[in-house]
């Protein structure tokens, strides 16, 4: 990805969204020429010249200090993801040279795998791909229909938006898709020259106009904790808590545990999902049994 266009449109869409009254200026009327903020106004409220801010908004931002990224942030009203990505794509953009590099091999250790399978909620490790690394076995049958994609690695975004089975799974569809693409760009301003990161962003782009649209809205995401709604294919509906643990000694991973409130129709549909996942498979099972033909 270019840093500069990055940059450039992200603090465009940025300034495209804060109102004069939302920063305190009076609006003295007529005609505004753009959406949101001014550069000028921008600039007024930052502290600094309006060529300057002019120069971060054509992307050229090697080189600013701390203090003046986060008064842009400060006048742009950024939250804290929008916060965040605008100092990566700065240390990108001192970083130097562009190396498109793979990512070193992710495994989920045994100990974390032991912690998956304690857990008597859905449990399971992702990356910041959305790549599903490793389950429990509620988490697993909770995940079935992104396994049954035949496509590899098990990656969420990539169901979102290239399964169709995905519109009949995810009840809150508009809200997937928004916080999918926010997600991934979220990282991209962490590792713009991830390998990939870079494939799976330009497979979603060419084969997905709904990710396309979405990528290009600029928009960033922290997910940490949240509510999910699910269409199970054998259980139904489901609607659970779910909270995203960053694990240290393991970096990019991320363990994801969800829960429903006892007693709650959820978490009677989890527990018939776990039974479910429990069984044995009637057709490993009859090749399992000896047969007593003949006997």
Known sequence: MNNRSEVRDFLISRRGKVTPEQ????????????????????????????????????GNVRGASESVLDA????????????????????????G???????AVQRV?????????????PAYVTNGLGDVMATNALGRALL??????????????????LNPRAAGYYLDWEAT????????????????????????????CTR?????????????????TGVKRLHHPVVGDLEFSYEALELPADAGLVLIVCTAEPGSPSRQALDLLASWAAAPDPAETAQEEPSDRGQ
């Open 23 to 58: 920063v305190g200026l009076v609006d003295h009327g007529g005609t505004r020429r753009v959406p949101g903020l001014r550069r000028s106004e921008v600039a007024d409220l930052a502290g600094v010249s309006v060529e300057y801010y002019t120069q971060l908004e054509r």
């Open 72 to 95: 842009v942030a400060q006048a742009l009203l950024l939250d804290e993801a929008e916060r965040a990505h605008l100092f990566a794509l700065a240390r990108a953009a001192n970083s």
């Open 97 to 103: 040279t562009a190396v498109r590099r793979r990512p």
């Open 109 to 121: 250790r045994p100990a974390i795998q032991a912690i998956l399978d304690s857990q008597l909620s």
């Open 144 to 161: 079935s229909p992104l396994y049954e994609d035949p496509a590899r690695p098990v990656n969420a975004a990539r169901f979102r938006f």
């Open 177 to 204: 898709g928004r916080d999918s693409v926010a997600a991934l760009r979220l990282l991209a301003g962490k590792n713009p020259y991830d390998k990939a990161l870079t494939d799976l962003i330009g497979e979603l």
């Open 208 to 224: 997905s106009e709904e990710f396309r649209t979405r990528w290009a809205s600029q928009d960033v995401r922290l997910h940490r």
